[in-house]
């Protein structure tokens, strides 16, 4: 599944071309990241899917989206809970071997992340974290093959919301701005649009 047919499958005509500071990115988050996701970047920016699934993207200014700042705060809030509830993290976050790494979250609070359980970011696999059960779901594939599967509504996590509206699943584009008054916390923004 490439990315181009990913973005044509969910109503991109064309590229999006966001650009990030890929060496930025990976120093901040403190690993390579896979190619697909690199390239669905570019080609999609900032956004979600059906105003549900929200992918995090580096550089952008809300922290609740940023990538880097979205695993910070997986780690703060395991953190919190191990301080509250006397007890570790329901899942190893990265960089713990094997670790989980957070990409994307929905509206209802559910979470998916890469299984970091190989040195080659592109053979990482994904795990989906509901929100109000411990019981995780696996996708024995990558991110590109994962969102193709989303995007047609065929993806089997239970937990995921089955599309509202008719199949293939449309991107909504976004900026990834720092909006006043929410929980996110306003980052400095280093991704930006190409302009033609």
């Known amino acids: 599944m490439s990315i181009e047919q990913l973005a044509a499958d969910a109503g991109l005509s064309a590229p999006r071309r966001y650009l990030v500071d890929w060496d ?11 190619a697909d996701y690199k390239e669905y970047v570019y080609w999609f920016g900032p956004g979600c899917f059906e105003y549900y699934l929200y992918i995090c993207v580096p550089g952008v200014e809300n922290s609740v989206q940023e990538l880097a700042a979205r695993l910070a705060g997986e780690h703060e809030a395991a953190r919190r809970r191990a301080q509250q509830f006397k007890r570790s993290p329901r899942v190893p976050l990265f960089p713990e071997s094997g670790g989980w790494l957070p990409w994307a979250y929905t509206t209802g609070g559910d979470a998916l992340y890469w299984v970091t359980s190989s040195d080659d ?41 089955e599309a509202e509206e008719d199949v293939p699943i449309a991107f909504q584009p976004g900026t990834g701005e720092w909006r006043p008054g929410g929980a996110a916390e306003r980052l400095e923004a280093y991704g930006y649009f190409e302009t033609p």
Request: without cysteine; hydrophobic residues 40%; aromatic residues 18%.
């Open 24 to 34: 930025r990115a990976e120093t901040a988050i403190g690993t390579r990241l896979p």
């Open 121 to 161: 970011p592109d053979r990482w696999t994904i795990a989906g974290r509901p929100s109000r059960s411990t019981d995780f779901a696996y996708f024995d594939g990558g991110f590109a093959a994962f969102l193709h599967t989303y995007v047609w509504d065929t993806v089997e996590m239970h937990f995921l919301s």
